[in-house]
């Protein structure tokens, strides 16, 4: 698991984990930083989570799942350099306050909702953000940079090389692997 700095390009933070740990219990882990934007797939949609990264003073960018309760509130305006790609940008809150496994759901503030066309796709994009300072194109783009990390761990698989590890233990294979990173 790992916190990629999409700045540099380099890693800010790691863990492993078993195989069958959901990423997003792993991403609970990460320390979260003030002022920070956070951008991560609908993978990782635990609205505690966001609740704790706007907590920290953080904003975040993501996808809302296909089943996401939401209630829209205000539409904002979509200015013209943005029409054809920003199809909407709302503001919205999540209808429910319990997940349908029964866990509290705490992020209670408003959120705000921009649909995103995709030529390539025949759904738009439902981005999910606490950023209400930044324009509907800028969550855009920020959400398409996220793909920064598949191609990190594109490169990783090509040039890490790691053909053998040295040792069996879990702590061998850990220090081989942060070694090479």
């Not at 705490?106 to 324009?135: G, W």
């Amino acid at each position: 698991h790992v916190l990629l700095d999409a700045a540099s390009g380099a890693p800010l933070w790691h863990d492993f984990s078993a195989p069958n740990v959901n990423d997003v219990t792993q991403a609970w882990q990460a320390p979260l930083q003030h002022d920070t934007l956070y951008v991560f797939d609908k993978a990782y949609c635990d609205y505690n989570w966001w609740a704790r990264i706007d907590e920290a003073g953080s904003r975040f960018v993501t996808r809302f799942k296909s089943n996401a309760g939401i209630e829209s509130i205000e539409d904002l305006p979509v200015p013209g350099d943005a029409q054809g790609v920003v199809l909407c940008d709302e503001v919205v809150r999540l209808k429910y306050t319990h997940s349908s496994k029964g866990r509290l759901n705490h992020y209670d503030k408003t959120l705000r909702r921009v649909t995103i066309y995709r030529p390539d796709k025949d759904t738009p994009l439902l981005l999910a953000t606490n950023d209400f300072h930044s324009s509907a194109l800028e969550i855009g783009q920020r959400y398409k940079e996220r793909w920064q990390i598949e191609l990190f761990f594109k490169w990783l698989k090509q040039h890490l090389k790691i053909k053998t590890f040295l040792g069996r233990s879990s702590n061998a294979v850990h220090i081989q692997i942060v070694t090479a990173l």
